[in-house]
């Protein structure tokens, strides 16, 4: 009898008790509007704005609706206008190239390697074509950052890091998100903190993180902010910053607060849970374990390997052996996005030349979900069952 896996990939713990209690008390005084406060009182969003740019050690920090949110913001805030190139990873989330579009902007795509991160020769090669990188460190693999601002400082491009699966990681010892000039990150189920939808930008750049928060849709009400700048960044561009309305409210920022101080400890449990995997995955024949560097400091909500040079049918055939065993994968070469989208050549609002790195790359790329839902032992069953169905699969041919 060939062992079954029966978790849920798409089912995460429950909010904290701490959390519910919080969120209760916003729906008994019923003040969910971030700036509906009380004499005396402040808001959940302001506290739990302090309380991330205190996390990430930036100076600023606004909660928003969303990652995307957050990130079309910051591309707004530096001042990106339609028509403008805007360089970013050909291999990330469809939210990411939809952001720059939301502006009119024009996605310029850099190709990706095989450590699943943006490829800094191709990146070199391409800065001179525009003037901010949108960088995605998709999946949670973070490239090397000393050597990617590098090329970015010498070419006058401006970086936008979207952080949607690095909060909480590092690189050399700085957080994500601290290395460009602004960051974005989601809080939407699937990430690193639940509230269901939600965002968070954070930035050292006082005129920056101004329009931001007048962006976002502050109503002149940017003194109820706490890790925003100074009354006198507001008056420069108050008058000239549209109104995009797309705040966070409290119930939300209520829910986030007891994660966020949880946040190092589940860090801690989601790399338990991805060793466990990675150590069943690796040395698997035909199947590649993407080895993390050891400046980064990733976590491992997810995991991916490669099944490089496979042809189509067998990659295809893995998925189905797995799925029938219970385990769920994701491939980005399948040819019909189905359920998501994270491939340059499904975005056909964007000019895509051809990439043929990344193709190569993608048309082996497993990806799958760790909540922290499953126990060691069941990433263990995991990765016994991919093992001997891409095994199986790769001794047949
Ligand atoms: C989820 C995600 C986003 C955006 O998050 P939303 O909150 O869903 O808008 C951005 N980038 C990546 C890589 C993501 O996975």
Redesign the pocket.
């Known amino acids: 009898m060939n062992e079954r896996f029966t978790g849920v990939f798409t089912q995460q713990e429950p909010i904290p008790e701490e959390g519910i209690a919080a969120a209760l008390a916003v729906l008994r005084h019923g003040r969910l509007h971030r700036y509906n406060t009380v004499a005396g009182e402040v808001a959940e969003t302001a506290l739990l704005e302090e309380e991330f740019a205190a996390f990430t050690g930036a100076r600023y920090c606004l909660a928003v609706s ?4 957050a ?1 079309s913001t910051a591309l707004r805030a530096v001042g990106v206008r339609p028509g403008d190139p805007v360089l970013t990873n050909a291999f ?2 469809a ?2 190239p939809g952001a720059i579009a939301s502006l009119g902007a024009v996605p310029v795509f850099v190709e990706v390697t095989g450590g699943l991160t943006i490829d800094l020769d191709d990146l070199a090669a391409k800065a001179g074509q525009a003037r901010v990188l949108l960088l ?1 460190h ?1 999946r949670g693999h973070i490239c090397d950052m000393d050597r990617l601002m590098a090329i970015c400082d010498a070419a006058g491009v401006k970086v936008i890091e ?1 952080c ?2 690095t909060m909480g990681a590092s690189w050399n010892g700085v957080a994500s998100g601290r290395h460009g000039i602004a960051a974005a990150y ?3 189920t ?2 690193h903190m639940n509230a269901g ?3 968070l930008l954070v930035s050292d750049d006082e005129d920056l993180a101004a329009r931001a928060v007048i962006l976002s849709g502050s109503y002149m009400l940017y003194d109820r902010h706490r890790a925003a700048p100074s009354p006198a960044a507001f008056e420069r561009v108050k008058y000239v910053t549209p109104n995009i309305s797309g705040r966070m409210d409290n119930l939300r920022a209520a829910i986030l607060r007891p994660q966020l101080r949880d946040l190092a400890v589940q860090v801690d449990r989601w790399n338990e849970r991805y060793r466990t995997l990675e150590d069943g995955l690796r040395g698997t024949p035909g199947l590649t374990v993407i080895e993390r560097p050891p400046a980064e400091r990733f976590v491992g909500s997810s995991i991916q390997v490669l099944l490089m040079d496979w042809t189509p049918q067998r990659v295809a055939e893995v998925l189905r052996r797995c799925a029938e065993r219970g385990v769920e994968l994701k491939w980005f070469g399948e040819a019909e996005p189905r359920g998501f989208t994270s491939r340059y050549d499904s975005w056909r609002y964007a000019p895509a030349p051809p990439m043929p790195a990344t193709d190569r790359v993608l048309a082996g790329l497993l990806d799958m979900r760790v909540p922290l839902t499953f126990s060691l032992d069941d990433c263990a069953l995991i990765a016994r069952i991919i093992r001997a169905e891409a095994s199986a699969v790769y001794q047949s041919a």
Do not use: F, N, R
Request: proline letters at 5%.
């Open positions: 969303s990652g995307g949110y990130i990330t989330l939210p990411v995605s998709m979207d949607a699966h989601s809080c939407q699937y990430k939808e939600g965002g």
